[in-house]
Structures are given as C-alpha cells and as structure tokens.
C-alpha cells in the first residue's frame, strides 16, 4: 500500500501490538516485524520512523534476542520504549544494569527538555513502567529528557534522530501517552495521517481486482464478522467471479443458517451457495463424547464439504483459480514470531480453513488488520450492525457447548436456550459490551416441579465473559434482574430443561468453552 508506513521492531514486549494500533489510530500505517528482521525486510516496508518495543530480556542476556545494528544507523527517526531505550544505551557504547528495585507500574515523572517528542506535555507526568534494568551512563551524544525521583525516563540524540523512554507511551495508564506518540508521528518523521478506512477500502479493491483478473473466487462464510467482511471486500472487487458458501453443520445458533443467507445474500447482494449438511455432521457425531474428537471430525467434515461444493463451482464456472480467507493481523504476528513450547488445551479448527488438497492461491484482504479496524471497514462497507458486532462463536459452534454426545434433541434444546440469552443481554444493552455470553447444555437431569408435576430434565449454564482476545477472561456479573429473566425464561419455555445455573470461573483457571 502506498502510504507512509511506521515499522515497530517486536522484541517481545506484551504490549507491542498495542503501540501497533495507537499508530493506526492516528490514521498512520504500522508494521510489526520481529525484532531479528533484517534490514532488507524494514527497508522493503518504506518506513518514515522506527519504534523499538518493550521485552522482557535483559540486554545482558545470552538469549537477548538480537537485532541488525545497522537500525540504528538508517537515519530515520527511532523511537526506543523500555527495552527499547536499554537496548539503544547498550548497543551505542552507553551502559545498562540491572536496577536495585524492579519498577512496575505507575510512576511519576519530570520532563527536564523541550525535545519535539515532549512539545505540549506537562512537566511532571504519570506514566506506566515495566522494567527491571535502567540506564546508568548514556551514549556519547546523548542527553538526558526525563527522570524518575532516582532513575533515567528518557534520552535523546537529536542529530542522530534517536529518542527513547524507560515508560510505555502505548499503555492507557500513561495520561500523555497518545499526545507524545502524536509528537513522534507528526512532529518528529513528518508523517501523513492517510490510513483511513476510506483509503484501505478503495486500494484494497483496486488491488484484489488487479490480482484476480478474470478468475474465478470462493470464499467461506462463517457467519462471523471476519469472512463476512472479507467477502464483502473481494465482492466489490470482482462482484459475481465470487461465490461464497455457508455450511449448515447442524450445529448452528437458532435460524442462523437463515440469517447469515438473508444479510449476505438478500441484503448485501453476495452470490451465496447454502450447503444443509447438518444430517451429514451430526451423523458422524453419534455416539462421540469426546471434546477433541467432535473438534477433529466436524473439521475435516467442514473440508469435505466444501471441497465438494467448490468442485462443483468449478465444474460450472470453469474453474476456480482464488480462496478467500478472513486472515488477520495478530495471526500473521503471531505467526512469525518466535514461540516456546505450550500445551495443546484446546485444537482450534476454524470453519474457512483452507482444505489443503485444494491448490488454489490465497487472497487475504484483512492481513494488515486488527479486528476494530475490520469493524470500521465493515461499517464503511454498509454492513449491518449485526453481522458486525456478533460476539465471536468457535467453529465447532453448539458441539462443544453441549457437554457429552450431541444429538438433534440436545442441539435444538440448546438452539432455544442460547437464543433466550442472547436476546435478554440484547434487552438488556449488555451484548456490545461482553465478550461472549451463551448457553451450555449439561447431560445432568435433576428433580422439579412444574405446576403440581414432577420434572426430570436437563441442566443449563448460562455463561458470560469479559475479554480482550480470548487469552484471558473474567466471568462477568450479569445484572440479577437479567439473570432472573434469563433463567425463569428459560425454565418456562424450553421444554427439558428445568435448571439453570450461573459459571462464576475465570480463565485461567476455566477455559472459556466448557469443551
Ligand atoms: P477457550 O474455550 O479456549 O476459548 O477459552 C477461547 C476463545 O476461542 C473460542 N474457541 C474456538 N474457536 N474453534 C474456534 O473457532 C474452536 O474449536 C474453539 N474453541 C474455543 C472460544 O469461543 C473463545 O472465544
């Protein structure tokens, strides 16, 4: 794309992707590479300033991940943030060690120059620290811009265009954060503000409609905003040379295999093969009661299925050359950086997964995005707010919410459990604000009584988190009056289950899916 583009060096800071998107939201473009890229791959980015992150190394570390020196001799204005700043004083001849007391959060500090990087600040901020070295003796060249009470906040260069601050500007708790980001984006590489969603659309399309030609693309559906939003980018590329297809797994939400038609079909004009398979997967599910063997199964039935259906487009449109997938940016990060070994909790098998025997070329229009960005996309596309503020849903949807063997019986009780929770936290103007909140079906029936009849029936848990990505959740406090309507609604109209409970675990050390 051709704007300006800020390239941030990852050197494993927790927050890195968040300095990523307080770029963004400045409308500049930004890059998270790993701090090992060489200076090829950052040049390759045309960037107009570079950012060193956070990481939890020290620069004394054998394992200190290492990075081309050469960065420090571009030229382009560098911006050093905790380790960032250490990593600056160590590699141009200052020294760094390790501090007497580990500063971890808020701090109080005093800006002692009018660097451009300050310009408007107050004098004394509050800022957010993370580090356990600090700088002792800075570079030659270098002057110190801000202290703690005892230690160094902040140096610069200027004529080296080098500045650098031991706190993290990206973190909300330091007040003047955006204000001295602004002043490193606008005041020190002179950018643009030009990412805006406008100018991603429109480049964007030109640029899928340059790729596919006249090819012919399959993209799908999963009833989620990233494939939705994705499709509705390639089809205003290419219009009717894409056709998506939505499988119905049987194990959908209440009318959804009808819902996602109806908006992506009927309102926004998408050419759409509807696949029911839903006999074929729940077939295959009888008898399972296995959390990671349902996952296995309804994922490789998802290949099937649609490989059989891009067959068949393939037979009548002559061929199909492109696969749309909704990829996006923290999955490319993530991919490419450096992971330690970790335990397999849960196998996560998306539904758009590309089926492997498929030798199609990949278009992936949201690569560069984060998913509030793919929000704003979508809403500038036109999309309904439904699709584009749906709580996220697993791929194996129902299966792994309703505990033990799923059955048509157990997935169209839970269809009618789900829909009463969503609609009470919709009621209740809590949907936007929660990450997900859904329905689990136990396979435990307990005494009631209704009227003057004994009941033996199922057990529901209503469930609620707050999160930020899925990693780590809190379980929410849901209103009581909701909870109360949510249960006796439920008890009343769903015929089967006669208990609802609330989950009160967080994850860690739950997981948010029971499955
Ligand atoms: P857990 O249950 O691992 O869930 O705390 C974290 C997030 O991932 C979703 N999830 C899945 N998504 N396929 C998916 O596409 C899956 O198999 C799957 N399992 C869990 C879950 O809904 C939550 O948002």
Not at 50 to 76: E, F, H, K, N, T
Not at 369 to 380: C, T, W
Not at 426 to 454: E, T
């Amino acid at each position: 794309m051709d704007t300006s583009s800020i390239v941030i060096l990852d050197f494993g800071s927790q927050y890195t992707q968040l300095i990523a998107r307080r770029i963004r939201e400045q409308n500049v473009f930004s890059v998270v590479l790993p701090c090992t890229a060489p200076i090829e791959a950052i040049n390759a980015q045309k960037p107009i300033g570079i950012i060193l992150s956070g990481g939890p190394c020290s620069v004394y570390d054998a394992d200190a991940p290492p990075s081309d020196p050469r960065v420090l001799a571009l030229g382009l204005p560098v911006l050093g943030i905790c380790y960032g700043l250490q990593y600056i004083t160590h590699h141009l001849g200052g020294k760094v060690r390790s501090a007497d007391k580990r500063e971890y959060g808020q701090a109080d500090v005093t800006l002692i120059d009018d660097t451009p990087l300050f310009d408007g600040l107050k004098p004394t901020q509050t800022v957010w620290m993370s580090h356990g070295d600090e700088a002792l003796e800075l570079p030659e060249g270098f002057h110190l811009t801000a202290k703690t009470a005892n230690a160094v906040a902040g140096i610069a260069n200027p004529e080296k265009r080098i500045w650098a601050v031991q706190f993290h500007p990206e973190v909300h708790h330091t007040r003047q954060g955006t204000a001295l980001l602004r002043n490193f984006l606008f005041k020190i590489c002179n950018a643009t503000p030009d990412w805006t969603a406008e100018h991603f659309i429109q480049s964007t399309i030109t640029a899928i409609r340059h790729k596919v030609g006249g090819g012919q693309v399959i993209c799908g559906l999963s009833g989620g905003v990233d494939s939705a939003v994705a499709a509705v980018l390639v089809h205003r590329a290419v219009g009717d040379q894409l056709t998506c297809i939505f499988v119905n797994n049987g194990v959908l939400r209440k009318h959804e295999f009808f819902k996602v038609q109806e908006s992506m079909r009927d309102k926004l004009g998408l050419k759409v093969v509807a696949v029911d398979a839903s006999g074929r997967f729940l077939g295959k599910l009888v008898g399972v009661s296995d959390p990671e063997t349902k996952r296995k199964i309804i994922g490789n039935e998802f290949i099937e299925v649609f490989d059989d259906e891009a067959k068949r487009i393939a037979e009548q449109s002559g061929g199909v050359d492109w696969l749309v997938q909704g990829t996006l940016y923290p999955d490319v990060i993530e991919s490419s950086s450096v992971k330690g070994p970790s335990q397999t909790i849960k196998s996560h098998h998306n539904v758009g997964g590309l089926p492997e025997t498929m030798k199609l070329k990949l278009i992936e229009p949201l690569r560069d995005l984060f998913k509030d960005e793919v929000r704003r996309i979508g809403r500038d596309l036109k999309m309904p707010e439904e699709i584009l503020q749906r709580q996220p849903f697993p791929g194996p949807g129902l299966a792994v919410r309703i505990l033990g063997e799923v059955t048509p019986e157990r997935v169209a009780l839970l269809q009618e459990a789900d829909e009463i929770v969503v609609t009470e936290i919709r009621a209740a103007g809590l949907y936007q604000q929660i990450w997900q909140s859904f329905a689990v079906l136990l396979p435990v029936k307990s005494v009631g009584v209704m009227g003057d009849q004994r009941t033996y029936a199922y057990t529901c848990a209503i469930r609620a988190v707050h999160s930020e990505d899925g990693m780590t959740a809190d379980w929410v406090p849901l209103p009581y009056e909701v909870l109360k309507t949510i249960s006796s609604r439920i008890v009343n109209e769903v015929r089967g289950i006669n208990r609802v409970v609330y989950d009160i675990t967080s994850k860690p050390p739950g997981t948010i899916e029971w499955e």
